[in-house]
């Protein structure tokens, strides 16, 4: 079935260094790649995301890179600071027998001061 | 914009009772809702896509008897959990997207039940 990948699950890097998260995705049809910061006892918050007609989108510090044909999106975070401390989901939207959102399992990432 | 609320933020009932959630949508009409459920640590899981005024499709596995969805404007959904257990204890998100074409979904602050 459709399935979304993420790694690594922990990730742990000095302030000011960079950080980076890579998914994989099943479902070649998948066109719209959000992904989403979550602080604890909140709710997700869309933070860049990147559609399947572009290879590469920036938004200040965080950036995201999309390879259709391997089926792999990465998020890169620069100059990280300790507010970046945060557990980041991956998501593809999938078309099946409707459309849905499918998340990957989740990166959990410290910044260290 | 683009603001999503729920209510109640944290909630506390006894095994057999049914306790409602509700999520709005601020400032924008949401034609399509979204209920997800997080266990700790892990990942949000799709339990039920709602659209405004008609059922609510649910995800394999969701008993969709247990957990009621209503989708009754364009600005509210509720998830009434039923006959609630230890088990449902959870963290329970909505979200909300503008229209069916658009891809992007908003997320509320999520909803902590706790069953005892």
């Known amino acids: 079935g459709e399935n979304v990948e993420q790694h690594p699950s922990t990730l742990s890097v000095q302030e000011g260094d960079s950080a980076v998260i890579k998914c994989t995705y099943s479902d070649s049809a998948s066109n719209y790649f959000p992904w989403y910061k979550q602080e604890l006892g909140k709710g997700p918050q869309l933070i860049i995301d990147?559609?399947?007609?572009?290879g590469e989108k920036k938004d200040q510090r965080i950036a995201v890179t999309l390879n259709k044909t391997a089926k792999h999106f990465s998020l890169h975070i620069t100059e990280t600071q300790p507010e970046d401390s945060a557990v980041y989901f991956c998501?593809?939207?999938?078309?099946?027998?409707?459309?849905?959102?499918?998340f990957g399992p989740g990166t959990s990432l410290s910044v260290i001061p | 914009g683009a603001v999503v609320s729920q209510h109640p933020s944290r909630v506390i009932c006894k095994s057999g009772t049914s306790v409602k959630i509700e999520c709005r949508s601020l400032?924008?009409?949401?034609?399509?809702m979204f209920w997800y459920r997080q266990f700790p640590k892990q990942s949000l899981m799709l339990m039920a896509t709602s659209n405004e005024g008609s059922k609510a499709t649910y995800e394999q596995g969701v008993e969709k008897d247990k957990f009621l969805i209503n989708h009754a404007s364009l600005t509210l959904s509720t998830l009434t959990v039923t006959s609630a257990h230890p088990e449902d204890s959870s963290f329970y998100i909505c979200?909300?997207?503008?229209?069916?074409?658009?891809?992007?979904?908003?997320f509320g602050p999520g909803t902590r039940l706790t069953v005892t």
């Open positions: 998501a593809a939207f999938m078309k099946t027998s409707y459309d849905k959102v499918i």
């Open positions: 990147i559609r399947s007609n572009v």
């Open positions: 400032d924008f009409q949401a034609t399509t």
């Open positions: 979200s909300a997207s503008f229209t069916g074409g658009s891809y992007e979904q908003y």
